[in-house]
């Protein structure tokens, strides 16, 4: 196949200086790259306000991520950063409160097994087509917007046993892309040591595009919540949130209080559907730019579904989509870098770094790296299954994470990703819009700044 090279922020040749890598990284962490940073093993900068260590070593990020993650807890940092938004949630949280959380929600995510999601997961794609079909054929359109509101409303269903309605998607898609905008203008003036620099004006429009989305999951939760309360609702959990509320604290046996659901629904409904949104958006874009590509996939679905709704049991047969999926996690990460804030001074790789140092694994460079990658900047699906493809996939390949903290939806987001895909392709040929290039951008997760605008063909 032929080959297509999608755009990324170039490397600058040299490290920046402090002052030049603030100034590049207020727009996106990604534009403080150099070329280095994808050949070498491990970087350190030493900023005003923290030392940094950015991990390429493979060894070493497993350590970090799994089997030392207890002295690797998330940065705080990053808490501070999501706090507004997720609250005191699974998220963002350590240590025993961490724990107390995730062994209260394990049971809920029952209700996100495959096969009882996969029904939501068909009606919101079924409603996503209705949706484009709608639109003028051959339309330009941002297919960034669509993806973000199918996959919030497959969220949405697989919580409240609702459909998400067209304002409310649309209202979240923007109120995010605002607390993104201006996460790295926040964040920034911590990591150089000068928090003071943080403008009252981004803090409170940061705050206030987080009350938006979180107004909007109260309203959804509080007549649950209430009825709850009251005795109203069925031993059986139908949802999400449902099981939210019968989960019990191990020790004391208490259930999550309201605001403690909130952080968690609202943890659960971002998280679950921003990335995906993400992924999809940019495994667009990469099949609009590669039509022979994208040719093969629609044959493959065609052989598979023919004229019928698609089930469950299809999606294993649907090799292709799923590796065109996988690339395009490969290739733009939703969630590009980890950080972690180091508990105990320890040597790693020869040099002592101390407590309260970040320890970065950044998914954006691993799975770019020259030494793992062949043809690392290219778009090649193929690649998942080449035997010489194999090393770099169980070592620098970590979309999801990896350790205690992995996703627990990962095996949700690559079926709910799958089943658009093949319903997308098997009703439109995407094509590119001349002139426009998308510009990836890093903040809490990799977007286009400029969007990814394509061209709806229905076949």
Not at 82 to 107: D, K
Not at 204 to 229: F, G, N
Request: with cysteine; hydrophobic share 45%; net charge positive.
């Amino acid at each position: 196949m032929s080959r297509f090279c999608p755009a990324y922020p170039k490397p600058h040749p040299e490290k920046a200086s402090k002052l030049r890598m603030f100034w590049h990284a207020r727009r996106s962490w990604m534009d403080a790259l150099y070329e280095r940073s994808y050949t070498m093993q491990m970087g350190e900068v030493h900023l005003p306000g923290v030392d940094l260590y950015m991990l390429n070593d493979t060894e070493q990020v497993k350590r970090v991520m799994q089997t030392e993650a207890e002295h690797f807890p998330k940065s705080r940092l990053l808490h501070e950063s999501l706090e507004p938004l997720l609250g005191e949630s699974i998220f963002t949280t350590n240590g025993a409160q961490w724990q107390r959380q995730r062994t209260m929600m394990n049971p809920a995510f029952e209700q996100a097994r495959l096969h009882v999601a996969f029904p939501r997961m068909l009606d919101a794609a079924t409603a996503m087509l209705e949706r484009l079909d709608a639109l003028k054929d051959g339309e330009e359109y941002d297919i960034e917007v669509e993806m973000t509101h199918v996959t919030a409303d497959i969220i949405f269903r697989t919580i409240f046993s609702e459909p998400m309605q067209g304002p409310d998607a649309h209202r979240v898609f923007h109120a995010f892309a605002r607390y993104q905008a201006l996460a790295p203008k926040l964040m920034l003036p911590a990591l150089f040591g000068v928090r003071w620099a943080a403008l009252p004006w981004h803090r409170w429009r940061s705050r206030q595009a987080a009350k938006e989305i979180r107004s909007l999951l109260r309203a959804m939760v509080l007549p649950r919540y209430e009825a709850h309360q009251r005795g109203e609702i069925d031993d059986e959990p139908k949802d999400i949130l449902a099981a939210f509320m019968m989960a019990k604290d191990p020790q004391t046996g208490l259930p999550f209080d309201f605001d403690e659901l909130v952080n968690q629904v609202a943890m659960l409904f971002l998280a679950g559907h921003e990335t995906s949104a993400s992924a999809l958006t940019w495994s667009c874009y990469l099949l609009a730019q590669s039509p022979e590509v994208q040719q093969r996939a629609f044959e493959q679905i065609d052989a598979v579904l023919g004229d019928r709704a698609p089930a469950q049991s299809d999606m294993k047969s649907l090799p292709l989509v799923w590796n065109i999926f996988r690339e395009a996690l490969r290739l733009f990460p939703p969630v590009g870098f980890f950080a972690r804030e180091n508990t105990h001074a320890c040597p790693i790789r020869g040099k002592q770094v101390k407590a309260g140092s970040t320890v970065v694994i950044a998914p954006w460079l691993l799975q770019r790296h020259r030494k793992w990658w062949a043809n690392p900047d290219d778009f090649d699906p193929d690649r998942f299954d080449q035997e010489s493809s194999k090393t770099a996939i169980k070592h620098a390949y970590m979309p999801f994470s990896m350790g205690p903290r992995v996703c627990l939806g990962a095996a949700f987001a690559l079926q709910e990703a799958v089943l658009i895909l093949a319903c997308l392709l098997r009703r439109f040929e995407l094509q590119p819009v001349a002139g426009h290039v998308p510009q990836p951008v890093g903040r809490l997760t990799i977007r286009s700044e400029n969007g990814v605008r394509l061209k709806l063909r229905k076949r």
